[in-house]
């Protein structure tokens, strides 16, 4: 997936794995989400490219897992739930390597 993703827009990827960039204005010292019609052109393709990414998600993955992941707002919120749900937590992977260390060591 990293791989195809990239190959559509390396952006994409980025937007995976960091977010998006959120719309933000800042007045006198205090940074707010930027009202729509005050959206540049970058702002609008940063948006843009989050929803292609969703788009890519929700393609790739079967019935079970798009229910678990349409209500998701950003790629990136998806791609977590998708790799906890495939790979599980850090807690749940160190526990894998200690039962797998463990039974190497009974034979």
Known sequence: MTIFLQ???YQLWHIVVNGPRIPTRTIE???SLKPENEFNDDDFKMLQLN???KHVLFCAVGPNEFNR????DTAKEMWDLLEVTYEGTNQVKDQKLVCL????NYF
């Open 101 to 104: 260390y463990m039974n190497m």
């Open 7 to 9: 190959s559509l827009d």
């Open 51 to 53: 929803s292609k990414a």
């Open 69 to 72: 992941i349409s209500s998701c």
């Open 29 to 31: 010292g205090l940074v």
